[in-house]
């Protein structure tokens, strides 16, 4: 019964502000979508962990795009949706700032430094000597700070997909792009008049597609969804939560944005198109709010599995030869991804975000302090 009256409620037709309030303000279909997603990629690296490069080529340079394609286009608007709403709660540049980091950084940091330190010396074909004074090994803890490498000296050397210790980093330069160009549209004061901001994500899926359209490069026809298409993503999920009043969600609607979604990831370069309908899909799926009984919801999972996935089907690409087929990389890495997942959550993501209103009050406070000494200093100049 309680089953059939969420999923009745999420076909109601309503606004997603009305739907907010019918729940009382929190939909726990996102929860969902961030584990489903995470899940989804740890399937989609288990083919290229277990049988190497070459077979990107059959997963991306086919029709087979139209189940990976959507993968990252729908986290990045997901994002966008959320953190938007976020810095509507919080309309400062501090407390923005501030929570970012808090949600992202820590984990980040504690992935990069078990990686370098524990998995590395002990799967590295070198000498430990060699390992830890060679420049891949400090030049690897810039990923902390955005600067992304994926090598460490002498790992997964011998595997399918050589060298690469955690391929999953490659988004984290474009999510930080993604803040910043949040931060600017809020300096410019561009947030407050969401036309003005469909009218930028408007220009840049056309100037986007126009460009790809003209400038076929098969490398990219074999390959991820353009870099940049993940960044309109994201701004599709703010467009979305600014109309938040507007919007409606439909069955009807998002079952185009699903057909849609499916013609544009065929062929790498309408990608910026597909971005628009994934945002609209996802929303409309995240904004359901079906019941969390199990205990895979009993923390937010999805960071840490998207994070330790990677190294970990390496691991087992690395350690079990004989033994790689995707359906056996997908089970083991879920099994031990889920329990890093557990622990991240509880001995590190959550307990840092426990003591984010007075680590946010903190910041507000001594911004509020530089600001009143710049504004001091500022006016004892001009007189």
């Given amino acids: 019964m309680q089953k059939t009256s969420w999923i009745r409620a999420g076909l109601q037709t309503q606004t997603i502000d009305e739907r907010y309030r019918s729940v009382g303000g929190f939909t726990s279909g996102f929860d969902y979508c961030r584990l489903i997603l995470a899940a989804a990629v740890v399937a989609q690296h288990s083919i290229v962990t277990s049988y190497g490069t070459q077979s990107d080529s059959y997963v991306w ?13 729908m986290f990045f608007a997901l994002s966008g949706f959320l953190v938007s709403g976020s810095l ?7 407390s923005f700032i501030t929570l970012r980091v808090l949600r992202l950084v820590p984990a980040l940091a504690v992935e990069v430094l078990l990686s370098a330190l524990i998995l590395g010396p002990l799967l590295t074909a070198l000498p430990l000597s060699e390992y830890f004074t060679d420049k891949k090994f400090f030049a690897y803890f810039g990923n902390i700070l955005g600067m992304i490498r994926f090598f460490l000296p002498g790992v997964f050397t ?3 997909f050589p060298g690469f210790v955690n391929i999953s980093l490659w988004t984290v330069p474009y999510e930080l792009e993604c803040y910043l160009a949040l931060i600017a549209l809020w300096l410019a004061r561009i947030l407050r008049r969401p036309a003005w901001v469909a009218a930028i994500v408007l220009v840049a899926v056309v100037a986007g ?6 400038n076929f490069e098969p490398s990219w026809a074999n390959n991820r969804p353009l870099p940049r298409s993940l960044i309109v993503a994201f701004l599709c999920g703010v467009c979305l939560n ?3 009043h507007r919007i409606r ?18 062929i790498y370069q309408t990608v910026y198109i597909a971005a628009v309908f994934s945002a609209y899909l996802i929303v409309y799926v995240g904004m359901m709010h079906p019941p969390k009984k199990s205990p895979l919801f009993s923390g937010d999972y999805s960071y840490g599995l998207y994070l330790f996935a990677f190294p970990l089907q390496q691991t087992y690409s690395q350690l079990f030869p004989e033994h790689r087929h995707w359906y056996f ?28 209103k007075q680590v946010v009050a903190w910041v507000d ?14 006016s004892r100049f001009r007189l």
């Avoid at 340079?61 to 286009?73: E, K």
């Avoid at 509507?88 to 501090?94: E, H």
């Avoid at 597609?209 to 003209?214: K, S, V």
């Avoid at 079952?255 to 065929?266: E, I, S, Y």
């Fill in 61 to 73: 340079g086919d029709w087979h795009r139209i189940f990976v394609a959507p993968i990252l286009l």
């Fill in 365 to 378: 406070t001594w911004g509020l302090r530089l600001r009143s000494r710049w504004e001091a200093g500022f």
């Fill in 329 to 356: 990389n997908i089970l083991v890495t879920l099994f031990f991804g889920m329990a890093y997942a557990a622990f991240s959550w509880w001995v590190i993501e959550k307990p840092v975000l426990s003591r984010k």
């Fill in 88 to 94: 509507k709660k919080r309309p400062t540049l501090g």
């Fill in 249 to 266: 969600l439909h069955w009807r609607y998002a079952a185009l944005a699903f057909a849609g979604l499916l013609a544009t990831t065929v």
């Fill in 209 to 214: 597609t126009t460009f790809a359209l003209m």
């Fill in 158 to 160: 011998a595997n399918p």
């Fill in 242 to 244: 600014l109309f938040s």
